[in-house]
């Protein structure tokens, strides 16, 4: 009987998730140098665990400046058959996991050549026509090009349209590309940023790996607990006893998964507001500005260290307190601690987006009810609320559920960077009810505060959900 009720509790949960996530998927190409580092293996796994949220659009074999002269897409594939022997166990957890004979038609490859020498008249490549195919359907969602390697696939994308098309339609397919790049790892992301000065771009430019916002991935923190990033338990929870998808997950060589930003922020979680960097998410919070040279590195990739001549969404920094567990009293407390910094707007989700990627890993071999899923949180009110200055304002996600039955606790705090005021919020009583209740700012001009609500099952791994509430404060 018990199982019976997880299984109509799962359906009904399930069937509203799925009429949710419809309408926000995100398209995604991805351009990876696949065999540069095993961190593009490692990022893939990743991904094909979430292609149930994210539709993949195609997996384009590239260059790099680790990787100039050759393509692998024969590595996208093992992957890709690896995937195809979970599939069937992943669709008992989630039905939207796509075939794999769907997915292995998607793997092309961009021409085997540093850079910008792959860019110009006639040189074209599958995968750059891809991106062109792809970006001329009939869908009015972005395209993302999330960009693990080299952009040279992208600029020839770029500069054949620009060479082909009309003003209107250069316009018209231009202004629906959304590009993550991991730094710049050929010397075309610089090209393409000066020569399309209105397309959408996330990027810590440059080579200088140690200050970009993804970084914060993978970087040893001092202060807190970094297990989740360690390789004995990457060994226990990814790599081994979780079937051939995570048998093929290779050992850290650099960083793990330095690639794996640029996808994070798709991924359907209530959090995530792929539009809107600079709002924060599993992959970081950039700004929108015209970068300086102060602060940054050289590094010895040999790709250019040139003057950005335009504004591009980059690094800024984020200011974030742990919350602490407590055996007595209240379970939460607030550490003393304040971190800064860009990193800092990424590192600070890692044990959330971790757990959810072992959870996934589990998903590969076990069946629905000895594995562990996401709460599904549903508010009594609006994500969307308008105050007068001063206001009480209550929220509760009492109706929350959990698809595994399991108990669940409940976080709520303000996100200062995120909105445009920019004081903390405090709230009244405690942060950890399913209930709050706290006044609105005293503002003179228009505001707005974004207060997100974090709720976490008792699971094993523990999973959270995510709720944005934007809270528009009048004078």
């Known amino acids: ?5 997880f299984l109509l509790l799962f359906t009904l949960n399930f069937s509203v998730l799925i009429a949710q996530e419809t309408s926000k998927k995100s398209r995604v190409i991805i351009l990876t140098d696949i065999e540069a580092d095993p961190d593009d293996t490692q990022s893939l796994v990743r991904l094909l665990l979430y292609a149930n949220e994210i539709d ?12 100039k002269n050759s393509v692998h897409p024969e590595s996208i594939n093992k992957v890709l058959s690896a995937y195809a022997e979970v599939q069937p166990n992943l669709k008992l957890h989630h039905p939207d996991f796509p075939k794999p004979e769907d997915l292995f038609p998607l793997v092309k490859s961009g021409l085997p050549v ?12 599958e995968g750059s026509d891809w991106i062109i195919k792809t970006l001329e359907e009939k869908d009015e969602r972005p395209l993302w090009i999330s960009v693990w390697g080299g952009a040279n696939t992208l600029a020839q994308a770029l500069y054949k349209i620009k060479n082909t098309k009309t003003k209107e339609e250069q316009k018209r397919l231009i202004s629906k590309l959304r590009v993550y790049t991991i ?52 060994s226990e929870n990814i790599q081994q006893g979780h079937g051939p998808l995570g048998a093929l997950y290779p050992d850290v060589a650099w960083g793990v ?21 600079n709002w924060g998410g599993w992959g970081g919070r950039y700004k929108f500005l015209r970068p300086t040279f102060s602060g940054r590195k050289k590094g010895n990739s040999g790709v250019p260290f040139e003057v950005e001549t335009r504004a591009i969404w980059t690094n800024t920094e984020d200011s974030f307190s742990p919350y602490l567990a407590k055996d007595y009293g209240r379970n939460v407390e607030l550490d003393s601690t304040v971190f800064k910094g860009d990193k800092v707007s990424l590192w600070r989700w890692r044990d959330d987006f971790q757990n959810d990627f072992a959870a996934r890993m589990d998903w590969c071999t076990l069946p629905f009810s000895e594995a562990n899923h996401a709460p599904v949180i549903a508010l009594k009110h609006a994500d969307r609320i308008t105050v007068k200055s001063g206001k009480g304002i209550t929220l509760d996600a009492f109706d929350s559920t959990d698809p595994d039955g399991d108990s669940l606790s409940f976080l709520w705090f303000d996100y200062p960077e995120a909105g445009t005021y920019k004081k903390p919020i405090k709230i009244g009583g405690t942060e950890n009810a399913r209930l709050v209740s706290f ?7 228009e505001m707005t505060v974004h207060m997100i609500l974090k709720v976490t099952d008792k699971g094993t791994p523990a999973l959270s959900s995510y709720k944005r509430i934007i809270i528009t404060v009048k004078p």
């Open 257 to 277: 998964e330095g690639d794996t930003p640029a996808f994070l922020s798709l991924i359907p979680n209530g959090l995530n507001a792929p539009e809107h960097p």
């Open 439 to 445: 006044a609105a700012p005293k503002v003179e001009k």
């Open 1 to 5: 009987m018990k199982k019976l009720f």
């Open 183 to 234: 730094s710049d790892q050929d010397d075309s992301g610089i090209w393409i940023r000066d020569k399309f000065q209105d397309l959408f771009y996330i990027v810590s430019p440059g080579d200088d790996y140690g200050t970009a916002t993804w970084n914060g991935i993978n970087s040893f923190i001092k202060g807190i607990d970094n297990t989740e990033i360690s390789n004995s338990w990457i």
């Open 114 to 125: 540093y850079g910008m020498l792959g860019v110009g008249k006639d040189k074209d490549s």
């Open 56 to 67: 993949i659009k195609g997996i384009v074999a590239t260059t790099s400046c680790w990787l």
